[in-house]
């Protein structure tokens, strides 16, 4: 679903008409792409946010209108002041319906995993999958389900079921989530492991003395068969 946005012209560039724009509630851009000039816009902070804001996030297709002129665009290079919450600046790129498009989609996880049950823990290793897909096939997430993971399984990109139409790019063997054992018997495993290495060290060692000693013994014993020779 197209989301529609208003944007003006701007006429002062610079870092200092981009402050005085965001004090009246505007947000500085760019729009670009398919060999057309770059169009310096304004648009409304709170509209933006509106639309930034939905299921589809970044990947959302937006009806940009400049004056006359419309584009269909997607954001990109959204910059952010992570402190008060408030945009600094936004890219939208000109794309066409019929053209492939290249967008990361975040990944849903699903399911309850009988691993964690079993007191495992779910580590999610990659969060996002990057697709190629027209601009109107672009879906809102990816879902992973975890249910058939018990400790020591993991999902992989191969194992996730990809919308028709697009195609995924990441690299199928990459894993997505695993379960893994809980950190209080993965650190009474890396004890048992330590303590099994200092018993191999000691036992190499004891080994060493054991026949230095012997070494030691059995010079004297060399040293007065010659003497005796000799007497």
């Not at 790129?93 to 964690?116: F, K, Y």
């Not at 290793?125 to 601009?135: A, T």
Request: include cysteine.
């Amino acid at each position: 679903m197209e989301r529609k946005l208003n944007a003006t012209r701007r006429e002062v560039a610079g870092k200092g008409g981009a402050r005085k724009l965001r004090t009246t509630g505007q947000v500085p851009g760019v729009v670009y792409g398919h060999g057309m000039e770059p169009v310096p816009v304004a648009v409304d902070a709170r509209e933006l946010y509106h639309i930034m804001h939905t299921d589809a996030g970044s990947n959302v297709l937006i009806d940009l209108s400049v004056g006359p002129d419309h584009h269909l665009t997607l954001a990109r290079e959204i910059q952010r002041d992570h402190v008060r919450g408030q945009f600094l600046h936004v890219d939208f790129l000109a794309v066409r319906r019929d053209e492939m498009i290249t967008v990361d989609v975040p990944v849903e996880l699903t399911g309850e995993s009988h691993g964690v049950k079993e007191g495992g823990v779910v580590e999610h290793h990659l969060w996002d999958l990057r697709l190629e897909c027209l601009p109107t096939d672009v879906p809102e997430s990816i879902e992973a389900d975890i249910s058939a993971l018990g400790i020591g399984d993991s999902l992989s990109v191969a194992n996730v079921k990809i919308p028709a139409g697009a195609t995924v790019l990441t690299p199928p063997d990459e894993t997505i989530v695993s379960v893994v054992p809980p950190p209080i018997l993965k650190i009474e495993e890396e004890v048992a492991e330590a303590v099994e290495g200092e018993e191999a060290v000691a036992e190499a060692e004891g080994a060493t003395t054991e026949e230095a000693e012997q070494q030691g013994e059995a010079a004297p014993e060399s040293g007065e068969a010659e003497g005796g020779e000799g007497g």
